[in-house]
């Protein structure tokens, strides 16, 4: 049930994000920021009012749940090129601090009070989190860029189909080959992150603290990673050679979650996952200072929105690779001595859960890492293809921003927009 919920989720955020991203170029993006934040929060206290309204809202919640492509493309409203991959950073590492806080925070508070009381927090949170955009958020998308005649005055039907997104993918190189890297790498992280706190207690035989302790300490290095780091980095090499480092922690970090079988070994790879962090916010960055000012929300929102279609697929794919290799992962059917790679009684490769043999493959505990890894490989051999050039610096605020709009609508008036470029193609590989 929660396989299909996460699909279907994902499959909307991926044809919804382009769209909403676009809309969000046309209307103002505190309108959308509004939208997609309280739509990703409502489903939380259907958790306890009722379960089938939950499972129903959170699948329908991914048409709006593209909080971080109109989060991004504001970003790009009020920074400048020499600091946007900072901003970029910035937004990302606040997101992994929540990751770190919230789960120890929520574990804590159940087990000291009651589920209703980490549900009751949540929704409050969720609340203030709501009243915060109207109130202290303002509009960053200047007044002139923004429409304000009706809709059928400024939108045809192309604008507004969320599948001539995937065209326009099809006829922009730079997009393609950007969309093709985040899918290649995203894939596996969103199947990685499906089961990966799983196969450390089941195979690796971590216990819920060092699990917690793990999350905690990869979160934190996450934090550290996309900000102090990704901007040291920023400052040393190119956007595209950035993006390819974050790739290579990425794929190095896979292949040892693969093969290894040592507890010291998952430690020593969290610090190499939590580097390869940074290749989100570098993607990001890349896409906005070659994208033009009003084009950020709709190139934004197909970036999302291949992730969204990855965090439906990554999990399906790695289920489906742990059941060809007979590694099951089910808790529900596992004891506390059982899946164990190495030191079982068992021996090295062969366990026994509720009453049945299971084979751990002694080379390679983690066969999908290893098949992820495999995966990000071809996104580096595709992020070798991205143009390295760096675009003129363009101040995404006042009058250039205004400027660009209309020399952007002069052009629309000539050519069909649909067969416009959506990012720029200057520079050299």
């Not at 048409?63 to 901003?87: G, L, Q």
């Not at 009003?294 to 999990?315: A, E, F, H, N, W």
């Not at 999908?368 to 495999?374: H, S």
Request: charged share 15%; glycine share 8%.
């Amino acid at each position: 049930m929660n396989g299909l919920i996460v699909g279907i989720k994902g499959l909307l955020s991926f044809l919804s994000a382009p769209l909403i991203g676009a809309l969000s170029d046309l209307w103002g993006r505190k309108f959308f920021l509004f939208i997609t934040v309280f739509f990703t929060c409502l489903p939380i206290p259907f958790m306890k009012i009722n379960t089938w309204w939950y499972f129903a809202l959170i699948s329908m919640s991914g048409v709006f749940a593209v909080t971080f492509s109109i989060v991004f493309a504001y970003v790009a409203d009020v920074t400048d090129e020499t600091e946007r991959s900072s901003a970029y950073g910035l937004v990302s590492a606040t997101f992994a601090a929540s990751l770190v806080t919230s789960p120890a925070l929520g574990a804590y508070l159940s087990t000291v009070h009651s589920d209703d009381l980490v549900v009751g927090l949540a929704t409050a949170i969720a609340i203030l989190d709501v009243f915060f955009i109207l109130v202290a958020v303002p509009e960053s998308l200047p007044e002139k860029l923004r429409l304000s005649s009706s809709w059928s005055a400024h939108i045809s039907w192309e604008q507004a189909d969320p599948f001539s997104a995937l065209w326009k993918v099809g006829k922009d190189r730079n997009v393609l080959l950007i969309s093709v890297s985040v899918f290649l790498s995203y894939l596996p992280e969103a199947g990685q992150y499906s089961c990966f706190f799983v196969y450390l207690r089941l195979v690796m035989n971590f216990s819920d603290g060092m699990v917690a302790t793990f999350i905690a300490v990869v979160g934190i290095l996450s934090v550290v990673a996309q900000t102090a780091l990704l901007s040291l980095l920023m400052k040393k090499l190119s956007n595209k050679h950035v993006i390819m480092v974050g790739l290579v922690f990425e794929m190095l970090q896979l292949m040892w979650y693969g093969f290894g079988s040592k507890t010291w070994m998952m430690w020593a790879a969290g610090l190499l996952a939590s580097v390869s962090s940074i290749t989100y916010p570098a993607i990001s960055a890349y896409v906005s200072t070659h994208t033009d000012a009003d084009k950020q929300g709709v190139v934004q929102g197909i970036i999302t929105g291949m992730r969204g279609l990855c965090s439906g697929l990554g999990p399906a794919v790695f289920g489906f690779i742990f059941y060809l290799f007979h590694v099951d992962l089910n808790p529900d059917n596992a004891d506390d001595t059982t899946h164990r790679p190495n030191g079982s009684s068992q021996g090295n490769n062969v366990t026994v859960t509720g009453g049945h043999l299971m084979s751990v493959p002694n080379l390679m505990p983690g066969p999908p890492f290893v098949f992820g890894a495999l995966l990000v490989i071809c996104a580096l051999m595709v992020a070798a293809f991205i143009p390295e050039g760096e675009r003129k610096s363009r101040r995404q605020s006042g009058a250039s921003l205004e400027l660009s709009y209309e020399r952007g609508h002069k052009k629309n008036d000539s050519l069909d927009a649909a067969s416009l470029p959506l990012m720029d193609e200057s520079g050299a590989v």
